[in-house]
């Protein structure tokens, strides 16, 4: 017959607990903030391909439309471009996430010169046709990102 031999019922001591729980502490606050460097960088990348994504959009229009970009009036600058590329060019304007700097939206804010909207989403230039920039798409931030660059300099 087998016996085992009773020792007692133990437990963890306090200092194992405590020891336990200072390596768990150390490797949060190692793990957290890569975490969230991970986590803006993801949101930069998301933004960049959107915005590469809008600009071919908008070239396929270009060229289905025989040289003409989509425009607007001062009075529909909300709505010109997803009026003119949903449904046939894009299900929907696609997120702009400038990370920790404004909410995601796909708001699109037409303008005729460069100038700051910080948050507002995209820029998009349409009012002047005769204007370099006009057809041009850029995120409107005007923070930097990761690497230190203008977000509305992409």
Same mark, same amino acid.
């Given at each position: 017959?087998?016996?085992?031999?009773?020792?007692?019922?133990?437990?963890?001591?306090?200092?194992?607990?405590?020891?336990?729980?200072?390596?768990?502490?150390?490797?949060?606050?190692?793990?957290?903030?890569?975490?969230?460097?991970?986590?803006?960088?993801?949101?930069?990348?998301?933004?960049?391909?959107?915005?590469?994504?809008?600009?071919?959009?908008?070239?396929?229009?270009?060229? @289905?439309?025989?040289? +003409?970009?989509?425009?607007?009036?001062?009075? =529909?600058? *909300?709505?010109? /471009?997803?009026? #003119?590329?949903?449904?046939?060019?894009?299900?929907?304007?696609?997120?702009?996430?400038?990370?920790?700097?404004?909410?995601?939206?796909?708001?699109?804010?037409?303008?005729?010169?460069?100038?700051?909207?910080?948050?507002?989403?995209?820029?998009?230039?349409?009012?002047?046709?005769?204007?370099? @920039?006009?057809?041009? +798409?850029?995120?409107?931030?005007?923070?930097? =990102?990761? *690497?230190?660059? /203008?977000?509305? #300099?992409?």
């Amino acid at each position: 017959m087998i016996r085992f031999v009773d020792r007692g019922s133990r437990g963890f001591t306090l200092i194992e607990l405590m020891i336990v729980v200072s390596i768990i502490g150390i490797l949060a606050a190692i793990a957290i903030p890569k975490f969230a460097g991970l986590l803006r960088k993801s949101q930069e990348g998301t933004t960049k391909g959107n915005l590469g994504a809008l600009r071919s959009i908008l070239s396929i229009y270009y060229a @289905d439309n025989e040289g +003409i970009f989509p425009s607007s009036t001062y009075g =529909d600058n *909300k709505t010109v /471009l997803s009026d #003119s590329l949903i449904p046939k060019y894009a299900g929907k304007i696609p997120n702009s996430y400038p990370a920790a700097y404004h909410p995601p939206t796909d708001n699109v804010l037409c303008h005729s010169a460069t100038c700051g909207h910080d948050g507002y989403g995209w820029m998009y230039y349409c009012y002047q046709p005769t204007n370099s @920039d006009h057809g041009k +798409i850029y995120v409107a931030c005007s923070h930097t =990102d990761t *690497k230190g660059r /203008l977000w509305n #300099s992409y």
